[in-house]
């Protein structure tokens, strides 16, 4: 009779296990590692905490776009005789 009480409890549970489990599963490997990172620091509020890393994650993927990279010396060189001439 216990064992079948334990089950019922535990079935209650079921239900959003399931939906835990099968979203987890279906995310890719980064997916992953963003939820364990956020489980990690176990945010108060979960919604700011994601949308400030997914935030932050967009701008930083922005940033990389749009700045060039890291110039040679002499281009850098070149470059600053031409603005020190003007």
Same mark, same amino acid.
Request: glycine share 4%; aromatic share 10%; charged share 15%.
């Given at each position: 009779?216990? &064992?079948?009480?334990?089950? $019922? ?8 296990? *399931?939906?835990? &489990?099968? @979203?987890? %599963? /279906? %995310? /890719?490997? +980064? /997916? $992953?590692? =963003?939820?364990?990172?956020? =489980?990690?620091?176990?945010? /108060?509020?979960? =919604? ?6 997914y935030f932050n994650s967009l701008l930083a993927k922005a940033h990389r +776009?749009?700045c060039p990279k890291a110039q040679s010396k002499?281009? !850098?060189?070149?470059?600053? !005789?031409? @603005? !020190? @001439? *003007?």
């Amino acid at each position: 009779m216990e &064992q079948l009480e334990s089950t $019922q409890l535990n079935m209650r549970d079921f239900k959003p296990f *399931h939906a835990w &489990q099968s @979203n987890w %599963l /279906g %995310l /890719g490997s +980064l /997916g $992953q590692k =963003v939820v364990r990172a956020l =489980v990690k620091v176990k945010p /108060g509020d979960w =919604v700011a905490a994601f949308e400030s890393w997914y935030f932050n994650s967009l701008l930083a993927k922005a940033h990389r +776009l749009l700045c060039p990279k890291a110039q040679s010396k002499s281009s !850098s060189s070149t470059l600053l !005789s031409i @603005n !020190s @001439n *003007h």
